[in-house]
């Protein structure tokens, strides 16, 4: 129990245009997300959460308007990067946390993007 | 403010020899969990344990043993007759939460490599 789904698992896309990575809860409803970047050989720096049905909070030097964030349902919670740049390509990770244990993360496999 | 140290940038053992991997953290609360998570290659956050403040038991599953130790704030993880399948990088997490999911703090990790 406690998957969690991200598609693509890798995308390659132009500069200046946007791609939307998925993170889906297959087998349990979650009531809060999290996205992550991490850069290669770094750590996992938390980018915002994403709460169903509000606004996402976004963490500080994080561009709300350049990662759109949205939360439409309990298991499905999508982050577009809008008009990419080379210098977004990194490896995205989303969690999600299952509403009948509060304390505990699921992590998705990471979504690989490379901006050309 | 809260802060995971993990100094042991890399670590380079021979397979069967045991290794300790370091943490350190820094937290006003007083309620707070700890976490150790495996990234292999692949990239997938493999989860390894959640240790809450309140409980310093060692922990010991198979080959993998935790030591946790309030006074020195301190979360090491110790790996018995290393195997060349824990070659991956190893991440000490904090989260203070309490009743709702917060964020994790991440440290820089430490990278594992097991030679045969």
């Known amino acids: 129990g406690a998957v969690v789904s991200q598609h693509p698992s890798w995308v390659i896309c132009k500069s200046g245009t946007s791609v939307k990575i998925e993170c889906r809860s297959l087998?349990?409803?979650?009531?809060?997300m999290f996205w992550y970047r991490q850069f290669p050989k770094q750590s996992l720096m938390l980018m915002a959460t994403?709460?169903?049905?509000?606004?996402?909070?976004?963490e500080q030097g994080v561009e709300k308007d350049k990662f759109l964030i949205n939360h439409a349902s309990l298991t499905l919670s999508t982050l577009t990067v809008t008009s990419a740049h080379p210098e977004d390509s990194s490896f995205y990770i989303c969690?999600?946390?299952?509403?009948?244990?509060?304390?505990?993360?699921?992590f998705g496999p990471g979504t690989r993007l490379t901006v050309t | 403010a809260q802060k995971v140290t993990q100094a042991q940038t890399e670590i380079s053992v021979v397979e069967k020899e045991d290794v300790t991997l370091d943490c350190v953290y820094e937290?006003?609360?007083?309620?707070?969990?700890l976490f150790w998570y495996k990234q292999p290659p692949s990239g997938e956050l493999v989860f390894l344990i959640r240790?809450?403040?309140?409980?310093?038991q060692n922990e010991i599953s198979g080959r993998y043993s935790w030591n946790f130790q309030k006074s020195t704030s301190s979360f090491n993880f110790t790996i018995t007759a290393s195997q060349v399948v824990d070659s991956a990088v190893y991440f000490c997490?904090?989260?203070?939460?309490?009743?709702?999911?917060?964020?994790?703090?991440f440290g820089t990790g430490t990278r594992l490599q097991v030679f045969p």
């Open positions: 969690s999600a946390t299952n509403t009948g244990d509060s304390y505990e993360q699921y």
């Open positions: 087998d349990f409803q979650a009531t809060t």
């Open positions: 994403s709460n169903e049905g509000s606004k996402a909070t976004y």
């Open positions: 937290t006003r609360d007083t309620t707070y969990y």
């Open positions: 240790r809450n403040s309140f409980d310093e």
């Open positions: 997490a904090l989260s203070e939460a309490v009743y709702n999911t917060d964020k994790l703090i």
